[in-house]
């Protein structure tokens, strides 16, 4: 499966971009659909292929973030350990994206530790982005 890779896998080992690529499926979903809620269980994270994704970080939904760049990591609860998502997801515009079951990304992603590493930054980077996008409407 050929995807554009963005920030997330960019100049990776091409062994491990394959292996986590072949885990990779692919699927549309329509403007108001909900890809995971506030508090669901963690069985994959989604990357934006086309199409902007309502992320909100709270019950009543004042905390919003909108996730909109192909290549866009949504549902990173599920990278870094959380059994729960700490946001929910709803799909704003239609969209085309992929799901990686996060067990099965884990296994691939610990054969190659130098990609861990990278990806792990790459992952913080992505939330500082998204918290100082967010800081203005959080005050």
């Known amino acids: 499966m050929y995807f554009k890779q963005g920030d997330l896998f960019w100049g990776m080992n091409k062994g491990f971009v394959e292996a986590a690529t072949q ?3 692919s699927f549309s979903c329509q403007q108001g659909e909900k890809l995971f809620g506030l508090g669901d269980a963690t ?18 939904d004042l905390t919003h ?7 866009e990591v949504v549902g990173w609860s599920a990278l870094i350990g959380q059994d729960f998502y700490t946001a ?3 799909v704003e515009t239609d969209a085309d ?7 099965s990304f884990l296994e ?3 054969k190659w530790p130098d990609c861990k590493a990278i990806l792990f ?3 913080a980077k992505t939330l500082g982005n998204r918290l100082l996008e967010m800081y203005p ?3």
């Open 23 to 25: 885990l990779a499926i």
């Open 43 to 60: 069985e994959f994270f989604y990357i934006i292929l086309k199409g902007n994704i309502g992320l909100n970080y709270d019950q009543k």
């Open 65 to 71: 973030y909108e996730a909109r760049h192909p290549g």
């Open 88 to 90: 929910s997801a709803t």
């Open 97 to 103: 994206m992929l799901k990686i079951p996060t067990d």
């Open 108 to 110: 691939v992603l610990n």
């Open 121 to 123: 930054e790459r992952v």
């Open 137 to 139: 409407s959080a005050a």
